[in-house]
Every structure is written in structure tokens, then in C-alpha cells.
């Protein structure tokens, strides 16, 4: 059975905003996510993001700019890139079971590879990432990068029993050794 890795983008992979990642140019990776994530495609890991968009939905880029994003993290991977990105460009408010915590986005990779995620990875930087892991009874790990140090903030109890690297490249390194 083939590794799969379930990671969040914006806080992992590249930098995040409150005010919203609203361009290609804008998407800027995260120091060594890039080179983690092709260490993960090159010991035969696949590689798969959940990612809420919502930026779409309050009109602050459209589908196409979060494809020319999404182009540009496949260019900087190089290789076969990621294997599979699943984002959801609603609002809480809109109660979609495809936005974190919703495990909408997890059942389409569950499905698009033919395999459970429970007991794999979920690599995230807020609440939202953890609950939604544990909901499809995986392993979640928070980073510090992004919002990772506000959650951290939060002391959620939530929070007790969950792994925490200082980002996506410590993950890597840790996984990998």
C-alpha cells in the first residue's frame, strides 16, 4: 500500500494572509515546503492537498487566478507534482460539508485514489485541520508556519495529544528518517 499525505496549503505550503493569497504572484511557498514535498514524491509518497478557498466565494480572486496558483506550486514541485489538490471555495456560513471541518474534501481523495485515510497524515495549521483529521481518524500534525502559532495560542484542549513541528520541512524530516 502506497503513503499518502493529506496537507493543507495556505500555513503549510505557502505563506498565508488575512488578507487573502489573491495572485499567483502573491503565492509565495513557505522557506523548504517545496523541497519537502518533492522529498516526499521521490520515496513514493503521494501528495495531496485539502484547502479551503473561500477567498472565491467573497469575490477576492476568481477559479481561475487559484488555478494559476495551484499551476504555479505544480511548477516550483517540478516532477509529477502534487498528486491531487481539493479546495472548497465556500464560506462557514454556507454549512458545505466540503469546508474544513467538513471531511468533504477528504472523502473526494478517499475516493479519487481508491483508499481510506484513517490512520494517515494530515498536515494543518489551524483548528479546522486538526478536527477534520480526527474526524476521518487520521493523525493530525499542526505547524507553527501560518496560523499555526495562533492555534497553538488557543490552548485548545483539542490540541492535547497532537504533534507539532515548526513546519512542513520538519514534518518531512521527521517522516522521513
Given at each position: 500500500?502506497?503513503?499518502?499525505?493529506?496537507?493543507?496549503?495556505?500555513?503549510?505550503?505557502?505563506?498565508?494572509?488575512d488578507?487573502?493569497?489573491?495572485?499567483?504572484?502573491?503565492?509565495l511557498p513557505?522557506?523548504?515546503?517545496?523541497?519537502?514535498?518533492?522529498?516526499?514524491?521521490?520515496?513514493?509518497?503521494?501528495?495531496?492537498?485539502?484547502?479551503?478557498?473561500?477567498?472565491?466565494q467573497?469575490?477576492?480572486?476568481?477559479?481561475?487566478?487559484?488555478?494559476?496558483?495551484?499551476?504555479?506550486?505544480?511548477?516550483?514541485?517540478?516532477?509529477?507534482?502534487?498528486?491531487?489538490?481539493?479546495y472548497?471555495?465556500?464560506?462557514?456560513?454556507?454549512?458545505?460539508?466540503?469546508?474544513?471541518?467538513?471531511?468533504?474534501?477528504?472523502?473526494?481523495?478517499?475516493?479519487?485514489?481508491?483508499?481510506?485515510?484513517?490512520?494517515?497524515?494530515?498536515?494543518?495549521?489551524?483548528?479546522?485541520?486538526?478536527?477534520?483529521?480526527?474526524?476521518?481518524?487520521?493523525?493530525?500534525?499542526l505547524?507553527?508556519?501560518?496560523?499555526?502559532?495562533?492555534?497553538?495560542?488557543?490552548?485548545?484542549?483539542?490540541l492535547?495529544?497532537?504533534?507539532?513541528?515548526?513546519?512542513?520541512?520538519?514534518v518531512?524530516e521527521?517522516?522521513?528518517k
Amino acid at each position: 500500500m502506497q503513503n499518502i499525505i493529506v496537507l493543507d496549503r495556505d500555513g503549510v505550503i505557502n505563506e498565508d494572509s488575512d488578507a487573502y493569497i489573491k495572485s499567483a504572484d502573491e503565492w509565495l511557498p513557505v522557506a523548504g515546503s517545496i523541497e519537502a514535498i518533492q522529498r516526499l514524491k521521490a520515496a513514493g509518497w503521494l501528495v495531496a492537498i485539502a484547502t479551503n478557498q473561500s477567498g472565491i466565494q467573497r469575490g477576492y480572486y476568481s477559479r481561475q487566478i487559484l488555478s494559476e496558483m495551484h499551476q504555479k506550486l505544480q511548477n516550483l514541485v517540478g516532477g509529477s507534482g502534487v498528486d491531487w489538490i481539493s479546495y472548497s471555495p465556500y464560506l462557514t456560513k454556507d454549512n458545505s460539508p466540503s469546508r474544513k471541518p467538513g471531511t468533504g474534501m477528504l472523502t473526494a481523495i478517499e475516493q479519487r485514489f481508491d483508499l481510506s485515510l484513517m490512520g494517515c497524515i494530515l498536515v494543518g495549521d489551524t483548528l479546522a485541520d486538526v478536527k477534520v483529521a480526527l474526524a476521518k481518524q487520521m493523525r493530525p500534525i499542526l505547524v507553527k508556519s501560518g496560523k499555526g502559532q495562533r492555534t497553538l495560542a488557543s490552548q485548545d484542549a483539542i490540541l492535547d495529544n497532537v504533534a507539532v513541528y515548526e513546519n512542513l520541512q520538519a514534518v518531512v524530516e521527521a517522516l522521513l528518517k
